[in-house]
């Protein structure tokens, strides 16, 4: 299975787990450069699209795209993608590092919302999704506040126990 790994992230989560997927898939990896994305912009619903990405779609099997979310919605860098390459996908994945854990997904910024819109953008070509919300780094005794949640930053000292069990699983998933 060609995998090909596309990533956006703004402080450096995703772009970690992205690196990460890739050294332990063995696949290339791509950023996403998006036209004029600040959070201004995000707010007031406004997407001028992406620069095109080096290497063909169609080539891969299988692509993975990692991203974050934000205010409960598929992020314009992300969107954009989506959109433009759509008929080049074969296989979709959906990956990201955000800040809302298991329990609240389907809350009002649960990545839960994300997930759906996938499904109805990709149909039968999104594969499945998965999260690794930034709280699976914190022990029990650090509370999960989202003051805590919003300043973990991922790195390899952080990058174990419960977050680490879940991207072995993701990984054996992919293989
Ligand atoms: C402005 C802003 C809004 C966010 N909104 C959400 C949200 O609605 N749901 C969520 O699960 N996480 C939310 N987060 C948390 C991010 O998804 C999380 O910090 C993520 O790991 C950041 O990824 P990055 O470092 O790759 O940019 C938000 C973060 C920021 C900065």
Redo the contacts with the bound molecule.
């Keep these: 299975m060609k995998n090909l790994i596309v990533y956006?992230?703004?402080?450096?989560?995703?772009?970690f787990l992205a690196e990460k997927l890739a050294s332990a898939l063995g696949a290339p990896v791509e950023v996403l450069y998006p036209k004029g994305f600040n959070?201004l912009f995000f707010l007031m619903n406004l997407n001028f699209g992406i620069k095109p990405i080096q290497r063909k779609i169609n080539d891969f099997d299988r692509v993975i795209l990692v991203?974050?979310?934000?205010?409960?919605?598929l992020i314009p860098p992300l969107k954009s993608f989506v959109n433009k390459y759509m008929s080049d996908f074969k296989q979709i994945v959906f990956v990201?590092?955000?800040?809302?854990g298991d329990e609240v997904k389907m809350e009002k910024?649960?990545?839960g919302h994300v997930f759906n819109q996938l499904q109805t953008l990709l149909g039968d070509k999104l594969e499945f999704c998965e999260a690794l919300?930034?709280g699976l780094t914190l022990s029990p005794e650090q509370k999960p506040t989202s003051d805590a949640?919003?300043k973990?930053?991922l790195d390899e000292a952080n990058f174990s126990g419960a977050i680490a069990q879940r991207f072995d699983s993701l990984v054996a998933r992919l293989k």
């Excluded at 991203?67 to 919605?73: L, Q």
């Design positions: 956006f992230s703004k402080s450096g989560n995703n772009k959070m991203g974050p979310v934000m205010m409960g919605r990201t590092c955000c800040g809302s910024f649960g990545h919300p930034v949640i919003m973990v930053r």
